[in-house]
């Protein structure tokens, strides 16, 4: 009766160690298989936050290109009177005849000024929209360090001193047998 027992103790506790030592395993590997994925998501997100700030860029250069041309062919105080409205939403009331109640302006500085100040707000925003896409990508890449960094599993370092040992006996084996 003791040896059934003891054979059957035996079992037990060799299931108990296997199924164990699987579950540890199956959790390891599921969290290296949920770093790489949000690794894999971090750098998509990089990749399309840099795209975003080519594409807001590509942009802000067509405007400032198209509003530099437009300056370049305004020539008189009536074409720039005229091309006010392009580039200000304020109501200037640009009157080229002196009017009661009323401030005259000239014209053409006036739009060169409007104009320089529009390009320079579409350059500002397009720093802005740059600058928050490369808060988010440092954000990503902080995430990805992060996904990086997490201690090997328990069964890797246990593989590694496994493969230290066994580099070492075989370096002894083959000195103490002088190949």
Known sequence: MLKYLQTHVFYVVLILGGVIAFKCWLSE???RLAAAQAEKVAEAN?????????ASDAA??????????????????????AAIPDVSSLPLHTIPAPTPG???????????????????????????????A????????????????????????????FKEIGIGAGIGFALGHKF
């Not at 990089?46 to 080519?54: C, N």
């Not at 802000?60 to 009177?81: F, G, H, N, Y």
């Not at 005259?104 to 579409?122: F, G, I, M, R, S």
């Not at 990508?137 to 997490?150: D, R, S």
């Open 29 to 31: 590997h599921d969290a």
């Open 102 to 132: 009323f401030v005259q302006v000239d014209a053409l500085a006036l739009y060169t000024e409007l104009n320089q100040c529009k390009q320079d707000q579409t350059a500002l925003s397009a720093c802005q929209t740059a600058r928050a």
């Open 46 to 54: 990089v990749a399309s936050l840099r795209t975003q700030i080519a």
């Open 60 to 81: 802000a250069a067509q405007t400032i290109a198209a509003l530099k041309s437009r300056a370049a062919v305004i020539k008189t105080p009536e074409q720039a009177i």
């Open 134 to 161: 490369d808060e988010k990508i440092i954000e990503e890449k902080q995430t990805e360090i992060v996904a990086l960094k997490k201690k090997p599993s328990f069964f890797k370092r246990l593989g590694g001193a």
